[in-house]
């Protein structure tokens, strides 16, 4: 009897503990400013030895500056390590959990899409129910689309914009790292934008092409950005019993595991046992093929570091059309400085940021051969990280609906979207 009574309270407590929320109490955000080759030398070896800092941003030489979040038992030895190597940093959140108790986060009221404001986040629930409304208030303009699921059985749920049948595609996927709440933000006002805007050009391009936009590519791990760890990235495939997910952003089948992932279960950068062993990436890949040649523009949200990439991850060579790819980039992007004065980087994705592959860009680019894509890393550069406040939550999406504008015009100057 009492084994079965130890064994009762041991699944209460086991309960009651995975229904607790993960906290960041004196969690700090180091904003690291490496000035050297060997500054940054000794980071990647930082990074690569000692699990117990999550690197929000990677160290490579391209990079002016590397965010790391350390815990307060960390954090010390972090400040005497850098002092050590003469390594620069500065501290812009000293408690991450402040910053993740004065996030601003609504409920949609469902049946009415204008309720939903572009000054908080969302949930998973809230995004598919507008989703939803936006489907029945549009119906001749508006469709839902699933392009894939996920490992706890839920869809990948998008919707397709289109006002006439043989237009090219654009396509958007965002939210595949779960903790970049501000990418599913900003897709879900480009949504609102191409139906609601009276501005003539974002009126046109709403027009003149099909879109095939997903706010929450891994929706798994968003919903638990909410329930359980604001600072989850991965999907929840259980991978063994210390470790949960898998990074799904290096899981595509293109250059897997060549650069920037790992093979280490516990790390951010988990590359899965096998390319495209993630049914969330391996269901949405195969929604793509099916789209085929009708994807002209492919754009893929993140955060952050205020970067437009283009592919490839595992060269700095000038493949395909990169010339006409960073030219009609870089064009964009004035156009997003022009708002609010906030600058971005243009280059392919090993130049300008770091040497990373297995990421859905690559593959839809070698696979697909769709002509124009991108990835954006959105605000900011390094002071909140993460856990961007909702005031910038319009700004954010204001300057990247106008950069697309941008890109749309520029790409058909150079041939493209025609």
């Known amino acids: 009897m009492l084994k079965y009574i130890t064994l009762f309270i041991f699944l209460i407590l086991s309960s009651f503990t995975l229904c607790q929320k993960v906290r960041y109490d004196d969690y700090s955000l180091f904003k690291i400013l490496p000035k050297n080759p060997s500054d940054f030398k000794v980071l990647e070896e930082l990074q690569q030895n000692d699990l117990r800092y999550d690197f929000w941003t990677s160290p490579r030489a391209a990079v002016d500056f590397v965010s790391v979040m350390a815990g307060p ?22 408690n991450i959990q402040e910053a993740i108790d004065k996030e601003s986060v609504k409920n949609y009221t469902g049946r009415s899409s204008s309720t939903m404001s572009w000054n908080s986040y969302y949930g998973l629930t809230d995004i598919y129910v507008w989703i939803d409304d936006l489907a029945s208030l549009y119906p001749n303009i508006v469709s839902v689309i699933i392009g894939g699921e996920t490992y706890e059985g839920r869809d990948i749920k998008g919707l397709r914009i289109s006002h006439g049948s043989g237009r090219k595609g654009i396509f958007i ?20 934008q191409l139906l609601t805007s009276n501005d003539t050009e974002i009126q046109q391009i709403a027009r003149d092409y099909d879109w095939y936009i997903f706010p929450v590519t891994n929706p798994d791990g968003y919903l638990h950005t909410f329930t359980r760890d604001r600072m989850w990235r991965k999907n929840r495939r259980p991978i063994n019993a210390n470790a949960y997910g898998v990074d799904l952003n290096r899981n595509w089948n293109n250059n897997w595991l060549m650069h920037g992932a790992s093979l280490n279960p516990s790390t951010q950068t988990y590359a899965g046992p096998g390319p495209f062993s993630e049914v969330e990436s391996r269901t949405l890949s195969t929604y793509i093929e099916e789209l085929g040649n009708r994807i002209e523009l492919y754009l893929s949200f993140h955060s952050f570091s205020q970067l437009l ?7 700095t060579e000038p493949l395909a059309n990169y010339n006409d790819a960073v030219n009609i980039g870089r064009r964009a992007m004035g156009a997003l400085s022009a708002r609010y004065g906030t600058m971005y980087t243009t280059g392919n994705i090993a130049e300008a940021i770091y040497l990373a592959t297995g990421g859905s860009v690559d593959w839809v680019k070698e696979v697909i051969k769709v002509p124009l894509v991108y990835c954006y890393e959105f605000r900011d550069k390094g002071q909140y990280g993460f856990n961007l406040p909702a005031d910038q939550i319009l700004p954010n999406s204001e300057e990247t609906m106008d950069s697309i504008v941008e890109l749309i015009f520029q790409a058909r100057r150079f041939g493209y979207l025609v």
């Open 173 to 192: 996927e965002s939210g595949i790292h779960a903790r970049e709440w501000i990418t599913v933000a900003t897709t879900c006002y480009i949504i609102n």
């Open 73 to 94: 038992k960390e954090k010390d030895e972090l400040k005497n390590f850098l002092s050590s190597h003469g390594i620069n940093y500065e501290i812009p959140v000293s």
């Open 309 to 315: 990439l283009i592919p490839f991850g595992n060269t």
